[in-house]
C-alpha cells in the first residue's frame, strides 16, 4: 500500500438549508461525501490522523473531516450522510454550551426537523445564553458517538477569545488555564475520556497558549491556518486546516488534490499566502 505524502484537513462549521456564513447546504455536503466515497477516500480518526504525523502509514487518499464548536445541523443534516456513506467526521466541542435532553428528529425521519437558525442569528442566541436551539445535546453527542459518525475533542469550555477581552497577559492565560481545565474535566463527566487533540477558537494562538495546551495535555493543535501542508513528521502543534465551501464535489477534489500535491500544493500556499500579505499591505 502507497502511504499518503500528506493528509488535507477539511474545516466545516453549519451543514444546514438555511443559508448563512460557513454553512454548506445538505445538497453540497451530500455530494462532497458522496464523491470522497465513490472515489475511494478514507476519512481518518483523530488517532489515525495523530498516527500519520508521527511517521504511520495511512492510504493514499487520506482526509481528515473537522467540526468546530458542535451545532444542532451536524446531529439533524450531516451526521446521516456520514452514516449512509460510512464517512467519519472529528468535532471540536464548546463544551459549557452542550445541553441536557433527549435526541431531536434528524434528516430522513417522517417527522418535522428542528428548525436551524443562521449563523449570525445563533451567535446571538448563544450570546444571550439561549443556546438549546443552537447548540447540540450530549444525548445528541452521545449518539453520534455510538454510529461511528463523529467522535469529539475539545475547543474550550466557552470559546471565549480571552486575549481580545483581558489586556493583562498574566490573567489572560490564567483565564485560558481554566477554560482548557473546565472543557476537559467535562469531556471526561460526559463521555469517559478526553483526546490530547484540540482546537483554537477563532484560530488564534500564540507561543505562550501553544505551552499552556501542552500543560494541559493536549499535543495536537488544530488551527485555523489554510496554507500548508500536514505532513508525515510535521509539527503537531500547528496543523492546517482548509475552509470547505458552499460548492460541489469537483471544487472540493479540486481544493483537497492542491492541499496535497508535493510540488504544487507548496506553490499555491506559497501563492495564497503572498496574496495575503499583499493585502495586508494595502
Ligand atoms: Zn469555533
Not at 26 to 43: H, M, T, V
Not at 226 to 233: E, I, M, S
Not at 254 to 277: C, D, E, F, M
Request: net charge positive; with cysteine; hydrophobic share 40%.
Amino acid at each position: 500500500m502507497k502511504s499518503a505524502y500528506c493528509v488535507p484537513v477539511l474545516m466545516y462549521h453549519h451543514v444546514s438549508p438555511t443559508a448563512g456564513m460557513i454553512t454548506t447546504s445538505p445538497r453540497n455536503f451530500e455530494r462532497q461525501i458522496a464523491g470522497y466515497a465513490k472515489d475511494g477516500y478514507r476519512s481518518l480518526t483523530a488517532e489515525e490522523f495523530a498516527g500519520f504525523l508521527a511517521g504511520k502509514p495511512v492510504p493514499e487518499k487520506s482526509i481528515l473531516i473537522t467540526f468546530d464548536d458542535g451545532y444542532l445541523d451536524n446531529w439533524v443534516y450531516a451526521h446521516p450522510v456520514l452514516k449512509k456513506y460510512g464517512m467519519h467526521a472529528v468535532l471540536f466541542l464548546v463544551t459549557g454550551i452542550i445541553g441536557e435532553g433527549p435526541v431531536r428528529p434528524i434528516n430522513g425521519e417522517a417527522v418535522p426537523l428542528p428548525e436551524i437558525v443562521e449563523h449570525k442569528q445563533s451567535k446571538v442566541l448563544v450570546a444571550a445564553g439561549n443556546t438549546d436551539p443552537v447548540m447540540l445535546r450530549w444525548s445528541e453527542v452521545h449518539a453520534m458517538r455510538e454510529a461511528g459518525t463523529f467522535e469529539f475533542h475539545s475547543h474550550t469550555h466557552t470559546h471565549t477569545r480571552w486575549d481580545l477581552t483581558t489586556p493583562d497577559r498574566d490573567e489572560c492565560l490564567r483565564l485560558m488555564r481554566k477554560e482548557l481545565a473546565d472543557s476537559r474535566a467535562t469531556l471526561e463527566e460526559k463521555l469517559g475520556s478526553v483526546s490530547d487533540h484540540f482546537c483554537w477558537p477563532q484560530g488564534y494562538f500564540a507561543d505562550d497558549y501553544i505551552e499552556l495546551a501542552r500543560q494541559a495535555g493536549f499535543k495536537y493543535l488544530h488551527t485555523t491556518l489554510a496554507h500548508g501542508q500536514n505532513l508525515k513528521g510535521g509539527d503537531p502543534a500547528c496543523i492546517y486546516r482548509f475552509a470547505v465551501r458552499n460548492r460541489g464535489y469537483a471544487w472540493l477534489w479540486q481544493r483537497t488534490h492542491l492541499a496535497a500535491h508535493p510540488v504544487i500544493g507548496p506553490l499555491y500556499n506559497r501563492w495564497k499566502s503572498w496574496k495575503k500579505s499583499m493585502r495586508k499591505k494595502v
